[in-house]
């Protein structure tokens, strides 16, 4: 059975950091594509971040430069470090990948 357990959200300031983790089951994140989205109150999915098999990282626009994305194959986890987050940021964030998303994690930057 495939699952994806996001955690690490909640409440930061503006310019403070969260790293989210995204545990895997049922598969290895190594050999396949894992992604971040997210989706704030009231708007569409966004995509946020992608890591290919091969380890190549991609970002959106917005978050280029702020988070990094990575994975550590022995825990089979994804994470997505975030930082210099702005109130923009402000979305539940899900991990997905195949075709599975997570339940997601708060994320909310509030000062």
């Known amino acids: 059975e495939v699952r994806l357990v996001e955690s690490g959200g909640g409440l930061v300031q503006p310019g403070g950091s969260l790293r989210l983790s995204c545990a895997a089951s049922g598969f290895t994140v190594s050999s396949y594509a894992m992604n971040w989205v997210r989706q704030a109150p009231g708007k569409e999915f966004e995509w946020v971040s992608t890591?290919?098999?091969?380890?190549?990282?991609y970002y959106a626009d917005s978050v280029k430069g702020r988070f990094t994305i990575s994975r550590d194959n022995a825990k089979n986890t994804l994470y997505l470090q975030m930082d210099n987050l702005k109130t923009e940021d402000t979305a539940v964030y899900y991990c997905?990948?195949?075709?599975?998303r997570g339940q997601g994690t708060q994320v909310t930057v509030s000062s």
């Open positions: 997905a990948a195949i075709s599975y």
């Open positions: 890591m290919n098999s091969r380890g190549g990282t």
